[in-house]
């Protein structure tokens, strides 16, 4: 096969990989190529129609389509090469990829720097091994919005929803204007994991009730879904069956959370985070190989896509610098890996050198519960480095917390960077 | 042929020979009838062949230490496994035998798996052996340590049975066979001119009749028998592991047979590696009511659950992944066995009905043994009624190399030949729209989602159809010329997206 030279290859051509590739192209890197699976950039963007996206990045109020457009406009501009209708069949340590599509076949391609931004996934009906039969109308929030804002299509008029996150609250409102009925929405947890403008917005201005501590424990209908079981779930939010009651649908609309999508890291041997199902990554936000970076939702699952655009400028930057030797690769490495005390999941980066990288670095992570007036922190042993206060913190938005280098002071080789929510 | 006559009919048809159903039994009948010249037609009530008992099982092919000494059960599975090699070469279906192990946790069901071993003997299954603790590690790797012993079968296998059942079904069509889809039997009577089979697509009939009706084939033979049958489905849930655990595990492992409180036993749970790379692990057994209700249950899948939580450890795999991977549950599904209350196949011409057999309560290990049932009884009856060979009959159905399984070099090759090839609709399994075109245009074509999911692999993966649902939607969509909303998970009305969305000033 022939290859051919890159300096940077991207994987994926949603809100990730066209924001880092703007930033390394920025940072003087021209030969840079795109693989995009579907035949258009912009990825889920592309059918999110509602507003609410860009407030932190462009100070504006748009659609998920003019984001997009945003990003689109700024690509076309420069001649970072754009190849769609293209999967990435395989990656390796080496930075060797195979690629495929219809137009051009089986190509291969040697890149100086990868970075990673394939998104994510949802997760399905089988994994939650929901029980019942198997008929039409389950399906995931992302296809539902796909089939309705893409294609044209309604999947349903009386639909049922499990999850009110962000997607399944927007999907709610959305069924709601194209004319179907949203029953209600069951949410396992005893609030919702949504944005509190999505509560108000989606579901309580349309008259949609949010069932909260509510699960799906069953599903009906032999070809097209008939109805679904729902039961009110304890405290460790096992289903308590004497409340199951039926109710009357034809659509089980799931919204029920997102994976990073991975597959090709995983092939490559790229070490996986357990918690977050992205890849283990240092300040810069580079894999455990070297010069392969990873950002937006395959890294880490994000709350808006602001935030993916952001992180993915660091990738596409530090990509750049590796490439150009700018990494101060004399200095020995200093890391410190971070951990996840009480209240917080996932924390983003898994490691900080302190000896390189810019010298702020961004903790990204998640509550795990509710909080109310809280303090985030970041300590080392009794330590702390750095804290913030918070009047409130929920799952379903992102915390974050700036550290500077010159803070962290001396620790031992084993110490870690243990980032908590107090209340 | 013509290609277009499968889905449709009305009127009065004669055929020399109908089979009722397509599963294992009536694909394996159907494909030894095409050896002879004949004009068969096969009746099944689904949207697709396969579309019952044999579409959700454990894909395993038993060796036939565990059927009784002496029943049909022991005699067919034994000669149906070893027909095994050469019908999957012939189909271009993957076959691997595997072996299979039964292990122990106490010294009480090490004696159980004694009377296994002779059991197995009597049974005539090719090197059935009693392993200790020992042995067991050097032939299945390291169990845990509650694990005395084992029965080790290397004649059990594995296969994958709709894919099977659908190459027989596709291989008995090349051969000359019609495919009734849709179609019912709603009645049957026994005329001079022969069986008049009344069905929702009217009127078959036929001088000779195979009853493969799998859970229905009690209601086919009470048509037409004073010798009523009694078939009882019996339910189990499994649970399906990401392709992420491939190559992990190498056995099927079996936990020792538990006996059931009304009196025999059941082969219990079982861990089985695919020969797709997914992992199922199942299943309970319960008796149920309704015979096509493949609904999971919560008892069922909890029961699975919770004993791969508990026993993860006694399975070698537990070395490198020690606890259950929770997370790598895809997805569950649910099947029936056609259990007879006579608790053994009933195989033959039914006393006081001429020309009308039985291929009845083929449950476990009956994908295994039909074949080799079907061999057996369409040889018999081609001997009663001196069939005439077929000579143009070609056992080989080829189907081309999966886009998953090629190297490079063989990818760029089948891209010259098909850009489609170039265009990955599955990302999960791998699967192009060159493969789903070939499912669409396959000699018994696959119009809905789950037909081409069955001949593809195309939303089987971790991702469920996330991805690749509404394209191959569009795709079945463009190829047939079946509007969108028209298109169907499973036939009937499961119509995936039935409406448009609302033009403005609509609402």
């Known amino acids: 096969m022939i290859m051919t030279d890159v300096d940077i290859a991207i994987v994926g051509g949603g809100c990730a990989g066209m924001s880092a590739a703007l930033s390394a192209y920025g940072h003087g890197i021209r030969n840079i190529v795109i693989f995009e699976r579907n035949s258009y950039l912009g990825g889920v963007l592309k059918q999110c129609i509602h507003n609410g996206f860009g407030i932190h990045k462009f100070r504006e109020d748009l659609t998920g389509t003019q984001y997009a457009a945003k990003l689109i406009d700024d690509i076309v501009k420069t001649d970072i090469c754009i190849k769609t209708d293209t999967i990435v069949l395989n990656i390796t340590e080496e930075k060797e990829i195979v690629a495929v599509s219809s137009k051009e076949g089986i190509t291969g391609y040697r890149a100086k720097s990868i970075i990673l931004a394939m998104g994510c996934r949802e997760r399905s009906r089988g994994e939650l091994m929901i029980p019942g039969s198997r008929p039409a109308g389950v399906l995931t929030a992302g ?29 709610a409102r959305q069924f709601v204007l194209e004319g179907a009925e949203v029953v209600a929405i069951a949410e396992v947890m005893p609030y919702s994991g949504g944005l509190a403008r999505n509560i108000v917005q989606c579901a309580e201005d349309f008259g949609i009730p949010i069932y909260y501590n509510t699960t799906v424990t069953g599903i009906v209908g032999k070809k097209r879904v008939e109805g679904v079981f729902i039961s009110d779930v304890d405290e460790n939010r096992k289903p308590v069956l004497s409340t199951e009651r039926f109710v009357d649908c034809d659509t089980l609309m799931l919204s029920v959370g997102l994976i990073p999508e991975n597959e090709i890291a995983f092939k490559a041997g790229i070490k996986l985070s357990e918690k977050t199902g992205g890849p283990i990554v240092d300040d810069m936000l580079q894999t455990d190989i070297d010069g392969i970076f990873s950002c937006g939702n395959c890294l880490h699952v994000h709350d808006l896509v602001d935030f993916v655009s952001i992180e993915s400028e660091v990738a596409g930057k530090n990509s750049a610098m590796y490439i150009l030797d700018k990494i101060k690769k004399d200095k020995k490495p200093l890391v410190i890996e971070t951990n996840d005390g009480e209240g917080v999941s996932g924390t983003v980066p898994h490691r900080i050198d302190l000896n390189k990288g810019e010298e702020e670095v961004t903790l990204m992570f998640r509550p795990n519960s509710k909080f109310r007036s809280c303090t985030a922190t970041a300590r080392i042993n009794d330590r702390i480095i750095s804290s913030k206060k918070m009047p409130v913190a929920v799952p379903g938005e992102m915390c974050e917390l ?10 031992e080789k084993n110490d870690k960077l243990t980032v908590e929510i107090i209340p | 042929m013509d290609r277009n006559i499968l889905f449709f009919k009305t009127g ?30 096969v009746l099944e009530k689904g949207d697709d062949v396969c579309s019952g008992t044999s579409k959700g099982n454990s894909a395993v092919v038993h060796s036939g230490y565990d059927a009784r000494y002496g029943t049909n059960k022991a005699h067919y599975n034994v000669i149906g496994n070893a027909m095994y090699d050469n019908l999957c070469h012939e ?6 035998r595997n072996g299979t192990i039964t292990y122990a946790l106490s010294e009480e069901e090490v004696e159980k798996l004694q009377e296994l071993t002779e059991n197995a003997k009597k049974n005539k299954v090719p090197g059935v052996k009693l392993l200790n603790r020992k042995e067991l590690e050097e032939v299945g790797g390291d169990f845990g340590a509650e694990v005395c012993g084992g029965l080790w079968a290397p004649t059990g296998g594995v296969v994958c049975p709709y894919n099977l059942v659908i190459a027989m079904c596709e291989n008995a069509a090349e051969n000359g066979v019609e495919f009734f889809l849709n179609t019912e ?34 209601e086919m033979n009470n048509f037409v028998s004073s010798e009523k049958l009694k078939i009882i489905p019996r339910k189990g849930n499994y649970l399906i592991l990401d392709r992420k655990l491939s190559g992990k595990v190498k056995n099927t492992i079996f936990q020792a047979p538990k006996k059931l409180p009304g009196g025999g036993h059941t082969k219990g749970m079982v861990m089985v590696p695919t020969v797709d790379g997914t992992i199922i692990l199942g299943c309970d057994s319960t008796d149920v009511d309704d015979k096509d209700d493949v609904s999971t249950t919560r008892e069922g899948i909890e029961a699975v659950y919770q004993y791969f939580s508990e026993n993860w450890k006694n399975f070698p795999v537990s070395r490198e992944i020690p606890e259950f991977p929770k997370k790598m549950i895809i997805s569950s599904y649910a099947g029936l066995r056609a259990h007879s209350v006579t608790d053994d196949f009933i ?5 006081d009905a001429e020309g009308f057999f039985n291929m009845a309560g083929i449950e476990s290990p009956g994908l295994t043994a039909a074949p080799a049932i079907a061999a057996e009884l369409v040889s018999e009856v081609s001997k009663k009624y001196i069939f005439e060979i077929n000579p143009a009959f070609n056992p080989l159905r080829k189907i081309p190399k999966q886009f998953r399984d090629m190297n490079d070099e063989e990818r760029i090759k089948a891209l010259e030949r098909d850009k489609n090839y170039g265009k990955i609709i599955c990302r999960c399994e791998e699967v192009t729209k060159a493969e789903i075109l070939q499912a669409i245009n396959s000699i018994i074509p696959a119009k809905s989602v789950n037909a081409i999911k069955m001949r593809t692999r195309a939303g089987m993966g971790r991702c469920q159809g ?4 509404p394209e191959i939607v569009s795709i079945i969509s463009e190829e047939t010329g079946i509007p969108i909303t028209e298109i169907t998970l499973s036939g009937e009305d499961s119509f995936i997206v039935p409406y448009e969305t609302c033009i403005p000033g609509e609402i």
């Open chain 2, 466 to 469: 996330g991805y690749c649902g």
């Open chain 2, 347 to 351: 195989i033959g011409e039914v006393k």
């Open chain 2, 91 to 96: 189909l271009s279906v993957p076959f691997v």
């Open chain 1, 143 to 171: 296809v539902a919005q796909r089939y309705m804002n893409i294609e044209g299509y309604l999947v349903g008029k009386k639909v049922f929803i499990l999850g009110s996150g962000d997607i399944g609250l927007i999907m």
């Open chain 1, 402 to 411: 700036k550290i500077n280098k010159n803070d962290f002071g001396p620790f």
């Open chain 2, 185 to 218: 039997v709603n009645h049957i009577e026994k005329e001079a001119i022969g069986y008049s089979i009344k069905t929702n697509r009217g009127e078959f009939i036929s001088k000779i009749v195979f009853n493969c009706a799998g859970t229905h084939a009690d």
């Open chain 2, 12 to 41: 009065v048809s004669m055929y020399d020979a109908i089979v009722i159903g397509s599963g294992v039994s009536g694909a394996s009948v159907a494909r030894e009838l095409s050896r002879y010249k004949l004009k068969i037609a």
